[in-house]
């Protein structure tokens, strides 16, 4: 029992590092934040069809990232997320994946993002390796934040 408080704990002191290190103030203190929003593997694969506005951003560590990662998904450290990696329309839809359902480094990444502003913020909480397994196409190399 005493695990998923450990967890929960852990997830907001990595929301909070950011901030204590100067990495930009979130505007609206993380205890008041919503839950990102979680979308389908199809709805994913629907959104990068469309590709306008869309911004993707993979959580795994560097080696899986440059291993296989989405189609145009920029590597992203989910711990140090930085209101200049992100795309400055707050407006524009942000999506934040990791390894699968049972990793968590993409809700931390998606409520960095939640905090600065950003109003369209969604999760794949199937991750890579759901994306893999549906058969989607992978980009393969590395690829940093602009």
Not at 26 to 46: D, M, N, Y
Not at 55 to 82: C, K, Q, T
């Amino acid at each position: 029992m005493a695990r998923p408080v450990l967890k929960r704990l852990a997830s907001l002191v990595l929301v909070l590092l950011p901030a204590l290190a100067g990495a930009g103030e979130p505007s609206v203190p993380p205890t008041k934040l919503p839950e990102p929003k979680k979308l389908s593997i199809q709805k994913v694969s629907a959104l990068l069809d469309g590709r306008r506005g869309v911004h993707v951003f993979d959580n795994n560590g560097p080696e899986r990232y440059a291993a296989g990662h989405l189609p145009g998904a920029i590597w992203l450290r989910y711990d140090s997320v930085e209101i200049g990696n992100l795309p400055p329309d707050k407006e524009a839809t942000l999506v934040f994946y990791c390894a699968n359902e049972r990793c968590s480094a993409c809700h931390v990444a998606a409520r960095s993002a939640l905090g600065f502003g950003y109003r369209n913020v969604f999760i794949m909480p199937a991750g890579i390796m759901g994306w893999e397994k549906a058969g989607k196409p992978v980009e393969k190399g590395r690829r940093s934040p602009s």
